[in-house]
């Protein structure tokens, strides 16, 4: 393995690990990307834009020059039952001038020209990069504009620089607590709220379902296919789910403390973690009924996909797996998920994966597996060839890169079409893959 | 509905900007640093920027966009990035091993005042290795902007002017495709011109498929060329707003006179290209050429009924904007709206002259437009077709109007980046887009009885 490892920074050797030899502190994660690398992350307006957007019928106004706004118009792919508000592109698109003497006054029009056509009960405005280093003080903007208007103007402050996605979801989660803090109940209702999906291709209908067949309410989507006069009914839940803990987790350890809201982390993805999650909602719940319904629930829905897996596991088997996602509770469900459809993972990565996420994924993983923190595409292509991968599953940026290498690639993130959450999630995650993998275009490479 | 809150009326708007037809600068400086072969796009601001024009970029040419990123913190933005831009020119040749980097700026990086000229005088380089950048701020422009300003840092930093011509044609194409850049380079050796083309992304954003994934793939201006583009004898600004800058430039640092001209989209478009290398090179226009310009007025012909007095929509950046109307013109067809993001009066006036030419009257042009602005326009006054990028899809579905994706970005199509819009072939491939979108939709909506073979 040294071969491959000559042309990568000094700098980035930590936070690549063998799962043979990771002793001593293990991987170095959750830090700056190294200047100069051509890092697959975000930005932290990013990370805060993708987790607010999927609000329907709020009005999202990104307060800089117009690319951060035309960058993330409609980027996150999710899907409404109501409101289509949100895949609107709202910008000040700051020019020279307002550089010069401050977005402020400008800022305060957007909004009025909002609030004189339409009435929205919440407006989300996003401070990008150039924001505060221009002195625009929009916490102040936003005050006069909520006074002025009697709706919420909820500023997010999300800097580019501040540091990288996760940081973003965090000014997001703010940006939640704020608006549901007024609505703080001690009177809790029989029902739960859905945090971290964000309804890509329908999913959150997927787990609402799942919830409804063992008999549990939802309060609120937090935040796909979720709405201003649904999302503020939060606090009065007696129980938050947090599918993608990187992003989610703040916002359900701050609606813990402070409305008594306990939470557990669950993952739909594969069967073995869907039924795990559906299993521990039950008994966190502790009612009776619910934890029957969800044994009957989950053990008729695996059974029906074993017939199912069994039929495509001879296409599958053997087959080699690499993994670049964002955050830690993706990749390791993905693990889970090849491993029932007998594929190895041997290359595995987040962009921001915590230090106990890597845990678990060296803890899932072969002795020979790499394990990646926040790579480039340099280093994926190394190790993918080394590896022999014969699948990657990630997202946008990383397509083209596995084309090139012949390698065939599944999109597990905002361009997905078909839902790969849950037991239906299952079967189309299993059909990607196979049809990727066993398609006839590879034979012309 | 998405555009449920597009009103007929049109309000006046000073300050909010909705469904924007443009984005900023440095993505336009990365797709021009992407056409130097072997070179390193590097944005310098937060990493954010970077990643998102190279997702930009991949979901519309489907290809890797490489490019590096200063990834400024909160530190950098008080004391400066020079300790980072220096620290990542050190990484990207110690690792990526380019040999030129293209630096271009941030909003960010702009507003706190970082002097790149001074960082990179003062950073060591190593030998036979070259820095450059463009000043390319966010808030000023679009990225058509951004890009002729990335191809203007290339010739202010490099190109050098002997005292010996060369001979050869200095051809800057505006912001284009891959596939238009390739059927520039067909027309001029067709016409037997020698010559050099900065920049040109043909072999890096659609490189073939070989099974090893190329981190600088064989295509791009070498670098030598852009060095000699200074001892051309005349330069050829195709695309008159976004490259008359760069033409300029390469005018005041060598003396290489320069003509602009609009992009050879349509058939006069394509005849001023060739006749303007035709009277470089003292050639007769090529067999080949004349036998593509008669096949297009063959077509033309053919089409013709199909076409007259539609009305079309189109939007997008403002020299193919301007491309796209003038096929559309000589077509017998209506512009009705020509739109674009980009601000910049030269449009405006460009697009009046135009339509002057052909005498048609009740147009609206505008830069600094949006596809709210756009929507409202055909909601007050509908259309038959519309040509542009792929956001104005929803408007194509609210108003069930037929579209016809042409420009940038095109996300949600695939091949359009390795075909050409461009001269004659580009012509009638462009004809046989807008036809079958009007006919296939006539198949489809008309009535039973009024449906035949042939309509």
């Given at each position: 393995?040294?071969?491959i490892?000559s ?8 936070s ?20 100069g ?21 709020a ?127 001690e ?8 945090l ?50 990187g ?10 403390e ?16 869907t ?14 009924a ?17 017939t199912?897996?069994?039929?495509y ?13 964002g ?7 993905l ?32 002795e ?73 275009v590879?034979?012309?490479? | 509905m ?16 909705v ?13 021009a ?8 796009p590097?944005?310098h ?31 950098a ?34 507003t ?32 058509i902007?951004?890009?002729g300003?990335?191809?203007s ?58 099974g ?26 195709i695309?008159?707003?976004?490259m ?5 430039e ?11 001209l ?18 470089s ?24 009924p ?12 403002p020299?193919s ?14 512009p ?42 055909i ?28 420009g ?27 036809l ?9 909506d ?10």
């Open positions: 393995m040294t071969g490892n042309n990568i920074l000094a700098d980035r050797k930590k690549i690990v063998y799962k043979s030899g990771c002793k001593g502190d293990g991987i170095t994660c959750d830090t700056e990307s190294v200047t690398s051509v890092s697959q992350r975000a930005c932290v307006f990013c990370g805060a834009r993708v987790v607010l957007n999927p609000i329907t019928d009005f999202h106004i990104v307060h800089g020059p117009i690319g951060c706004a035309s960058y993330t118009w409609d980027i996150r792919g999710s899907l409404s039952s109501g409101d289509e508000l949100y895949r609107n592109s709202f910008s000040t698109d700051l020019s020279e001038t307002d550089i010069v003497f401050g977005g402020e006054k400008k800022l305060a029009a957007a909004i009025d020209e909002v609030m004189k056509h339409y009435s929205p009960n919440v407006i989300f405005v996003y401070a990008t990069c150039i924001v505060g280093v221009i002195g625009d003080d929009i916490n102040a903007v936003c005050k006069t504009a909520e006074q002025k208007h009697n709706i919420r103007v909820i500023p997010v402050l999300s800097p580019g620089f501040a540091g990288h996605k996760s940081m973003g979801y965090k000014a997001a989660c703010n940006a939640i607590m704020s608006l549901v803090s007024p609505y703080k109940s009177q809790k209702v029989d029902g739960i709220n859905i971290g999906d964000f309804n890509l291709a329908g999913e959150m209908w997927i787990i609402q379902n799942y919830l409804k067949q063992i008999g549990v309410n939802v309060v609120s989507r937090i935040t796909g296919d979720a709405s201003f006069d649904n999302i503020i009914k939060a606090p009065t839940a007696n129980l938050n789910i947090v599918q993608c803990a992003s989610m987790t703040y916002l359900a350890k701050r609606m813990e402070e409305m008594d809201i306990p939470f557990i982390k669950v993952s739909f993805f594969g069967i073995e973690d039924t795990d999650s559906i299993m521990r909602i039950a008994y966190a719940l502790g009612n009776d619910c934890i029957r319904k969800a044994k009957e629930f989950t053990k008729q829905q695996s059974s029906k996909l074993k199912f897996l069994d039929k596991k001879p296409n599958l088997e053997g087959k080699k797996a690499a993994i670049f996602v955050g830690g509770f993706k990749a390791i469900s693990i889970r998920q090849f491993k029932e459809l007998k594929i190895e993972t041997v290359v595995v990565g987040t962009q921001t994966g915590k230090k106990e996420d890597y845990e678990i994924i060296k803890s899932l993983v072969n020979n597996t790499i394990v990646l923190d926040d790579t480039n595409p340099s280093e994926l292509e190394q190790f993918m060839l080394a590896m022999s991968a014969d699948i990657l599953v990630g997202g946008v940026k990383e397509r083209p890169l596995a084309y090139k290498l012949g390698i065939a690639f599944c999109d597990h993130n905002h361009e997905r079409k078909q839902p790969l959450l849950g037991y239906e999630g299952v079967i189309n995650f299993t059909k990607e893959i196979n049809l990727t993998i066993n398609s006839p590879w034979r012309y490479t | 998405m555009l449920d809150l597009t009103t007929k009326e049109i309000k006046k708007r000073s300050a909010l900007r469904n924007p037809l443009k984005t900023c600068q440095p993505v336009g400086a990365m797709y640093a992407l056409g130097v072969h072997r070179c390193m590097h944005s601001g937060s990493q954010g920027c970077c990643s998102f024009h190279r997702m930009y970029l991949t979901r519309h040419f489907k290809e890797p966009a490489i490019a590096s990123s200063s990834s400024f913190t909160e530190g933005s008080v004391f400066g990035g020079g300790s980072n831009i220096k620290t990542s020119v050190k990484n990207i040749f110690d690792i990526y091993n380019p040999d030129i980097i293209a630096v271009h700026t941030t909003c960010l990086s702009e706190i005042g970082d002097d790149l000229n001074s960082y990179i005088h003062d950073m060591v380089i190593p030998t036979g290795k070259i820095v450059v950048h463009a000043s390319t701020p966010s808030y000023v422009g679009s990225h902007t951004g890009y300003n990335m191809v840092g290339f010739i202010k930093y490099l190109a050098k002017k002997s005292g010996v011509s060369n001979g050869k044609l200095a051809i800057l194409p505006g912001f284009v495709n891959p596939g238009d850049m390739r059927e520039m380079k067909m027309i001029l050796s067709l016409m037997d011109a020698d010559f050099i083309m900065l920049p040109d992304t043909s072999g890096v954003l659609d490189a073939p498929m070989t090893a994934y190329e981190m600088y793939p064989s295509g791009g201006t070498k670098i030598s060329d852009i060095v000699s583009i200074g001892d051309c004898k005349l330069t050829l600004a695309g008159e707003l976004a008359e800058n760069a033409g300029n390469l005018k005041r640092k060598c003396g290489v006179m320069y003509k602009t609009p992009l050879p989209i349509g058939i006069e478009a394509t005849d001023a290209f060739i006749m303007a290398i035709s009277e090179t003292q050639s007769n226009v090529a067999h080949e050429l004349e036998e593509q310009r008669g096949q297009l007025v063959d077509i033309m012909l053919d089409s013709h199909y076409f007259s007095n539609k009305s079309v929509a189109i939007y997008g950046d020299d904007v301007l491309g796209l109307s003038t096929l559309c013109l000589e077509l017998g067809m209506i009705k709206y020509m739109l674009t993001g980009t601000t910049g009066e030269a449009f405006n006036t460009k697009a009046q002259e135009l339509l002057a030419k052909f005498g048609i009257e009740d147009c609206v042009a505008k830069s600094s437009s949006d596809l709210f602005e756009l929507h409202q326009l909601k007050t006054n509908s259309v038959d077709l519309m040509i542009g990028g792929t956001h104005g899809k929803f408007i194509a579905r609210a108003e069930d109007i037929p579209l016809v994706r042409a940038f970005p095109i996300i949600d199509r695939y091949v359009h980046s390795y075909m050409p819009l461009i001269g004659y072939k580009g012509a009638m491939r462009l004809i046989e887009l807008m079958n979108a009007l006919m296939d939709r006539q198949d489809r008309c009535e039973d009885e009024d449906m035949e073979m042939v309509m």
